[in-house]
């Protein structure tokens, strides 16, 4: 209960039976041994009953060689009950040698940073005798803060086991998860920490958490009890990563799994399972499968891990019907979307492939998505069953053109329910400067189709809507054009211009997010500017914010940043927030037309390229700030100018040196009225698709406050037997959405045909006579006879 005792010899504890000397440490307290050098005698006592740690430490002093001569063996396990205070154990070696595992029994209580036990030692593998593991009980947390490396199974039954700093399990078989229990390991050093090959790590049943990210090495293994409906394991606040590791599940219970999907891990806040499974890996144990002939598989779904068991349908491999000799026959189909092949009375076959996209209508949900913004719009889809037509595509579906140049695309025609006319061809949506023509214009199978961009065609993107017509049918597809410029250009809204009587030309481009603006000119300052200006017309209040990433020039007020600028004569009205190589950043204005400018906030010293700058107008305030990395701002300075509500907004850059360019890059450019977002939009919003053909229907991103960015879209809510395609996948302004409807296929036999409701033979029966079929959902199948009887 305070100060120290120290044993100083081997097995200093001998002479007492089991059971008959516990020891308790209490706040204050502490034993320790002393270690000696190899061979000689210091402490490897072994204690004889609990060792209990209210507070305490379990320490060893001396210098240890062999890890024989300085260690603690605990054969009855250790409980800690340490209130607020922590106890300790920082003995270099301390083997866990009870018989099963040594049980570390830890109650929770307030102690600092929330650690009841830190073992900040090492529990190591002891002689052939002692290769046991440790049980982790009670509800409180247990930390491991060394490199471990005993022989048995980690057993977390309840409360919390952390792995902390260099912390890690190096050589026994499993790390057993039970529910209720965690498995920290957020505050290691080298994260994700690595589950390594040969290891186990096994969810005892309940919910049991991982907190943190562990990654499955490739060797490593995943065993899951699975009880009642309950996720074995629970990922929280990191990632579980598998690499197609052997997975065991125990379907604990007397009741075996029947068809259906199981969640095994699931996720809550900030959890997600990642990486790759393998089915071919998977053994069921326990209970096992009720379902005979299954296909059992492993999926990652949403960010959590699934069994999924496909069972094979229920069906009457015998069926008998009664027809008058003489005459036809037809049989009533209820499910003929099962219906895989067929053979006739004539031992002719009849294959139904498939029975195409469920007919129908349904509700998809078009997603849009760009880093936290998610938005989305819907499409009514209605299917419905085929006559002939036809369907076109084209390879490639997307197409970049240099002005000046051109491109061709495959266009094909593909038949569906015998379709055999001619289709002419038609395209629309071309954008400024570009012709097409086909060759040929009509066609019963294919046609090449060339886009001609003359050498003043827009540049930008567009989705160009190919049209094929035969008769009373019409179907189109789609083709993303790009049109180079042949010099670079700014995007769409935005222009550039020299300020002021400048000694070299400047210029300014785009390309993947990144402007180039280069300038000349003496200087943004006194009463009259002289640089390269890119810009937007704004109106009212604006935000403008950008990426300095670069400047060429190193003379030391060469300038580079954001401007709002009334208008672009060079003694305009402006505010701007400039950096510059090596002098720092600053708010500058000019507050009237012809005044000398000021510098609001002074030069901010050390703030260099790369760097985040922003400029803010609310009504006649201006106000500038700086940024290491776009999210947490420094305000720099405030001040009032009175400027024309109508103005520009931009990117200025000049040299300070009329014989020289300074280029600056910009990066993460928007200028906005209000925070930059976007809205999803479908034209049309309902299709009727036939089976076997597709529809199309142009994904418009519409933006809200000057957004810029790139939105990658995806359907959900899609019928069965119905693809999505978008092209393309992102955008920045518009895709073509097409929706692809499955056919039914069929090859009949002599006398056999079908339609939606009835399978009919057409031909004489006789005595005898009989059809065999194959009934499939895609992944099974059963084969039956139907009997007629002749009367």
């Known amino acids: 209960s305070g100060g120290t005792v120290q044993l100083d010899t081997d097995n200093s504890l001998a002479g007492f039976n089991p059971g008959v000397l516990p ?41 240890q060689v062999n890890t024989r001569y300085g260690t603690w063996d605990l054969d009855f396990g250790v409980a800690v009950n340490g209130g607020t205070n922590t106890s300790t154990i920082s003995a270099l070696d301390v083997i866990p040698s009870e018989s099963g595992g040594t049980i570390f029994n830890v109650s929770r209580g307030g102690a600092p940073g929330g650690v009841d036990l830190n073992v900040t030692g090492t529990l190591i593998n002891g002689s052939s005798l002692h290769d046991t593991g440790i049980i982790k009980t009670g ?33 026994q078989a499993q790390i057993e998860i039970g529910g209720g229990a965690t498995f920290d390991v957020s505050d290691v050093s080298n994260a994700p920490y690595d589950i390594l090959s040969g290891q186990t790590l096994t969810g005892l049943g309940g919910a049991g958490t991982i907190a943190g990210s562990l990654d499955m090495s490739l060797g490593a293994a995943l065993e899951v009890d699975y009880t009642n409906g309950t996720p074995t394991l629970t990922v929280t606040n990191g990632t579980l990563t598998l690499s197609n590791n052997p997975v065991t599940l125990i379907v604990e219970g007397a009741t075996p799994l029947t068809g259906g999907r199981y969640k095994l891990v699931s996720v809550q806040t900030g959890g997600l399972v990642a990486g790759s499974v393998a089915s071919s890996s998977l053994t069921v144990g326990g209970a096992g499968l009720n379902v005979g002939s299954a296909a059992i598989s492993l999926q990652i779904s949403g960010g959590e891990l699934y069994l999924v068991v496909d069972t094979p349908p229920a069906i009457a491999n015998v069926v008998t019907n009664y027809v008058t000799y003489g005459t036809g026959w037809h049989m009533s189909i209820t499910n003929l979307e099962s219906l895989a092949g067929w053979s006739d009375a004539d031992g002719e076959t009849l294959s139904l492939s498939g029975i195409g996209a469920a007919i129908g209508t349904a509700t998809v949900t078009i997603a849009g998505t760009d880093g936290t913004l998610t938005h989305t719009t819907g499409i009514n889809l209605t299917i419905t069953a085929p006559g002939p037509d036809f369907s076109l595509s084209a390879s490639p579906s997307s197409l970049t053109v240099a002005q000046g140049t051109n491109g061709t695309s495959a266009i094909t025609i593909n038949p569906i329910a015998g379709f055999n006319g001619t289709v002419s061809l038609s395209a629309s949506g071309l954008p400024s400067g570009v012709t097409v ?204 100018v009175t400027m024309a509500t109508n103005a520009t907004a931009g990117l200025a850059v000049s ?40 529809g199309t ?49 069929s090859v009949l036999g002599t006398n056999v045909t079908y339609d939606s409701r009835y399978i009919y033979y057409n031909g004489v029966l006789t005595a005898g006579d009989h059809f065999t079929y194959t009934i499939s959902d895609g992944t099974y199948s059963t084969t039956g006879t139907i009997y007629l009887e002749v009367t």
């Open 697 to 745: 229907s142009t994904i418009t991103v519409n933006p809200i406050g000057g957004y810029s960015g790139t939105v990658s879209l995806s359907a959900s809510g899609l019928p069965s037997g119905v693809t999505a395609s978008f092209n393309p996948a992102s955008t920045t302004n518009s895709s073509t959405l097409t929706l692809t409807a499955s056919a039914a296929s």
């Open 139 to 171: 509800n409180g947390v247990m930390a491991l803060a060394n490199t471990n490396s005993y022989a048995g199974d980690t057993v977390i039954s309840n409360g919390v086991l952390a792995l902390v700093g260099n912390g890690s399990i190096s050589n």
């Open 437 to 640: 023509s086909f060759n040929p214009s009509s066609a019963t199978n294919g046609s090449t189709l060339t886009l001609s961009a003359s050498g003043t065609a827009a540049a930008g993107t567009s989705i160009i809507t190919i049209t094929g017509t035969s008769g009373s049918l019409t179907n189109s597809t789609s083709i993303s054009l790009t049109i180079a410029a042949s010099g670079g250009g700014l995007p769409s809204g935005w222009t550039d211009a020299d300020i002021g009587s400048v000694g070299l030309v400047g210029s300014a481009s785009y390309s993947n997010g990144t402007f180039t603006v280069s300038g000349s000119g003496a200087d943004i300052w006194n009463a009259g500017d002289q640089c390269h200006y890119a810009y937007q017309s704004v109106s009212g209040d604006q935000t403008v914010i950008a990426r300095v990433v670069s400047e060429s020039s190193s003379v030391s007020y060469a300038k580079a940043g954001v401007m709002i600028r009334e208008t672009l004569d060079t003694n305009s009205v402006e505010a701007s927030v400039l950096l510059t190589p090596t002098n720092g950043v600053s708010l500058q204005v000019r507050p009237t037309t012809g005044a000398n400018s000021i510098n609001v906030s002074g030069w901010i010293r050390n703030i260099l390229p790369p760097q985040w700058v922003k400029l803010v107008r609310s009504g006649n305030t201006f106000t500038g700030s700086y940024s290491t990395n776009g999210s947490t701002w420094t305000q720099i300075g405030s001040t009032s």
């Open 23 to 63: 020891v308790t440490l209490n706040v204050g307290g502490t034993l320790t041994g002393l270690a000696t050098a190899d061979g000689g005698a210091g402490t490897s006592t072994h204690f004889h009953d609990l060792l209990t740690l209210n507070g305490g430490t379990l320490a060893m002093g001396g210098t």
């Open 655 to 694: 040299s300070h040196d009329n014989t020289s360019l300074n280029t600056a890059t910009f990066d993460n450019v928007s200028v906005a009225g209000q925070n930059p977002d976007f809205s999803l939009s479908a034209s049309p919003g309902s299709l009727t698709i036939v089976q076997g053909a597709n």
